[in-house]
């Protein structure tokens, strides 16, 4: 069996594949895999981040990216809207600055205090 990793629609998933033998071991065909199967993989933080981190105040998934990496910003305006329960959690800049990075992407799960943004 051969583990490959599969990004669909910016979230990342872990898939095994068992190949075919000589002895006539069958390969599941495409779609045969339950989605329930899938194991959803999550994106590494980064090594160095620069700026201050803004992170998730609850877990949920990524809905919305509202800014851009070097986007100018206020304090308080919304950077990303996360989904938990059917409401929408707006994340806010907590200071006025320039979006460094942004290490998540939309549809990617989040739990409370993962790094989303960083802001300088």
Do not use: C, F, H, R
């Not at 629609?9 to 594949?17: D, F, I, L, P």
């Not at 100018?72 to 800049?93: C, F, H, N, Q, Y």
């Amino acid at each position: 069996m051969e583990t490959y990793s599969v990004t669909v629609n910016g979230v990342t998933y872990e898939v095994q594949v068992e190949k075919k033998s000589s002895t006539g071991v069958s390969v599941p065909a495409p779609g045969a895999i339950a989605p329930s199967a899938l194991q959803e993989v999550k994106k590494p933080a980064p090594t160095s981040v620069e700026g201050e981190k803004i992170t998730a105040g609850a877990a949920g998934k990524v809905w919305k990216i509202v800014v851009a990496e070097g986007q100018e910003v206020k304090s308080g305006d919304t950077i990303v809207i996360l989904e938990a329960m059917k409401m929408e959690i707006p994340v806010v800049a907590p200071k006025s600055g320039v979006i460094g990075q942004i290490v998540i992407s939309e549809g990617s799960s989040v739990e409370a205090g993962d790094l989303l943004a960083t802001i300088n």
